[in-house]
């Protein structure tokens, strides 16, 4: 599903003539060796950080519907995780540099979400069954001095980042039997122990819900 995402940018970029320079998409790290041995005008879409958005985890447990509307399992909902990418771009000139990430940056700004058209059958699932994938470009990353504590850990020379963060649903738990169909309507007997009356209310039959919501009757008890 990561890769799946990851190829999903690099498409957006990929699409885009971007300044007339054509780019390539890289994913490797972009360390002192792979900028020395690069050749052509590219961008570095590196994966630095995958954690749960826990602002949008909840318990409310979601239904499995057979074809016949019966619930046949119970399952967790969906989990929510901030994928974030650094994107830099690597040239021959600093001000080609700076017009490649412009433009990137103009480029991916068209979007709130990844487009259909860029998704692979993998999250065109997750599209179908309700789920965007919200991107969000430009934000800030951790901490003011992640930017050199990355090219310090990469032994690379300074390049300016601009975050790219997608919101990637994640399938949680496993589904749960929800345990046989109903096939009687429900039925509550409430007696009273003063007067030895017992009300008995029914609820709608499984086998004709629309005949009737409930009937009451009344008897004493012996």
């Not at 995402?5 to 990929?14: C, G, H, N, T």
């Not at 057979?66 to 000139?93: C, H, I, K």
């Not at 504590?149 to 990637?168: F, K, Q, R």
Request: hydrophobic share 40%; with cysteine; glycine share 4%.
């Amino acid at each position: 599903m990561i890769a799946d995402v990851a190829r999903a940018v690099a498409a957006i970029l990929e699409s885009e003539q971007l300044a007339g320079l054509a780019p390539t998409v890289s994913f490797d790290a972009p360390k002192k060796d792979w900028a020395a041995a690069r050749t052509t005008p590219t961008f570095n879409l590196f994966l630095a950080d995958i954690r749960e958005d826990l602002t949008r985890r909840t318990t409310t447990l979601l239904e499995i519907v057979s074809d016949q509307g019966v619930v046949e399992y119970y399952r967790q909902p969906f989990r929510f995780y901030d994928v974030t990418f650094t994107l830099t771009a690597w040239t021959n000139r600093p001000e080609d540099d700076y017009v490649l990430l412009g433009m990137a940056l103009t480029a991916l700004n068209r979007y709130d979400y990844v487009p259909p058209q860029f998704c692979s059958d993998t999250l065109t699932a997750f599209l179908n069954q309700g789920h965007a994938l919200n991107m969000r470009v430009g934000g800030k990353i951790f901490s003011d001095r992640f930017a050199t504590e990355l090219w310090s850990a990469m032994g690379s020379d300074y390049h300016p980042i601009l975050s790219v963060v997608v919101t990637l649903p994640v399938a949680a738990g496993v589904p749960e039997p929800a345990g046989p169909p109903q096939t009687m309507p429900p039925k509550i007997a409430v007696s009273d122990t003063r007067s030895s009356a017992t009300d008995e209310i029914r609820g709608r039959d499984p086998k004709d819900p629309d005949k009737g919501l409930r009937t009451r009757t009344r008897a004493a008890k012996k």
